[in-house]
């Protein structure tokens, strides 16, 4: 890989060391602690009501599961922004891909299948389209932002294979 020219530091040594650092497992001891209550009504709401679990099966076996956040509305169709994991779990199977489904659920037992409307293995994102969800919070989440304590926590919220909210918090 080719030297970056920005002062006397290598970016691309720097920019791995960091990497592996942010990937390695460990997290704070605190980071289990049930963030959820200390939320706002309204900010658990919105929260809640714009993650879904996206789930890759063939039949009863779920291959890959990840949450994904609502992005748009075309018209009936739903977009949600996920990880590119999907796809790559996706390609990793030896199986027809016309066995495979993805399974989209939100709240509770409200369930639909989604199909891949674009993604991007180096920015490491997917999008999966949805018909058919009614009550789901889209669009900018700066109003939901807002009520945070700023710079106290870092909240993460996704939603399990099972529909449940799933928080996580860091100090």
């Given at each position: 890989m080719?030297?970056?020219?920005?002062?006397?530091h290598d970016l691309t040594?720097?920019?791995?060391?960091?990497?592996?650092?942010?990937?390695?497992?460990?997290?704070?001891?605190d980071s289990t602690q049930d963030v959820w209550d200390g939320l706002s009504d309204v900010l658990k709401s919105y929260l809640s009501k714009s993650v879904a679990s996206i789930a890759l099966r063939n039949g009863d076996t779920i291959l890959f599961s990840c949450s994904g956040i609502a992005?748009?509305?075309?018209?009936?169709?739903?977009?949600?922004?996920?990880?590119?994991?999907?796809?790559?779990?996706?390609?990793?199977?030896?199986?027809?891909?016309?066995?495979l489904e993805i399974e989209v659920r939100h709240e509770g037992d409200e369930v639909f299948m989604g199909c891949l409307?674009?993604?991007?293995?180096?920015?490491d994102f997917a999008v999966v389209a949805v018909s058919g969800f009614d009550d789901i919070q889209?669009?900018?989440?700066?109003?939901?932002?807002?009520?945070?304590?700023?710079?106290?926590?870092?909240?993460?919220?996704?939603?399990?294979?099972?529909?449940?909210?799933?928080?996580?918090?860091?100090?």
């Open positions: 080719r030297r970056a020219k920005r002062g006397r040594r720097t920019i791995h060391t960091c990497k592996t650092e942010w990937v390695s497992g460990r997290f704070p001891v992005m748009e509305r075309q018209g009936y169709n739903l977009r949600f922004l996920t990880t590119a994991g999907l796809v790559r779990a996706m390609n990793d199977t030896n199986k027809d891909s016309d066995d409307a674009e993604f991007d293995l180096h920015r889209f669009g900018p989440f700066q109003r939901a932002l807002e009520t945070l304590p700023h710079g106290e926590v870092l909240v993460a919220v996704g939603r399990g294979v099972s529909g449940k909210v799933r928080p996580r918090a860091w100090n």
